[in-house]
């Protein structure tokens, strides 16, 4: 059973710093993407960032490049989200999401609140 359990949000003025952290379960692929996604108010949920076990390739949305940086801990089976210098638009929930290809599933977890405000 596929378990995503997200971490780290919260409230934090422009410019300030988060770390999420996404400890995962229950894979039983090796093949697969894990990242982040996003969705403020009123809004659709938006790709931030994510990872393949593939190729190792990293995917970063226009928006959060040179900021956010995704990175994985392998031994303690946990993604993390770093982010920097965030904006008042950074604000929404977050969603830790692993995909994978074959058969096709999509796991989430259940969202962690960032909101950026001075």
């Known amino acids: 059973q596929v378990q995503l359990l997200e971490s780290g949000g919260g409230l934090v003025q422009p410019g300030g710093s988060l770390r999420l952290s996404c400890a995962y379960s229950?894979?039983?692929?090796?093949?697969?993407?894990i990242g982040w996604f996003r969705q403020a108010p009123g809004k659709e949920r938006e790709g931030v960032s994510c990872?393949?076990?593939?190729?190792?390739?990293?995917y970063y949305a226009d928006s959060v490049k040179g900021r956010f940086t995704i990175s994985r801990d392998i031994a303690k089976n946990t993604v993390y989200l770093q982010m920097n210098n965030l904006k008042p638009e950074d604000t929404a929930v977050y969603y830790c999401?692993?995909?994978?290809?074959?058969?096709?599933?999509?796991?989430w977890g259940q969202g962690t609140q960032v909101t950026v405000s001075s």
């Open positions: 229950g894979f039983t692929s090796d093949y697969y993407a």
């Open positions: 999401n692993a995909h994978f290809p074959w058969p096709l599933q999509d796991y």
């Open positions: 990872i393949s076990t593939s190729d190792g390739s990293i």
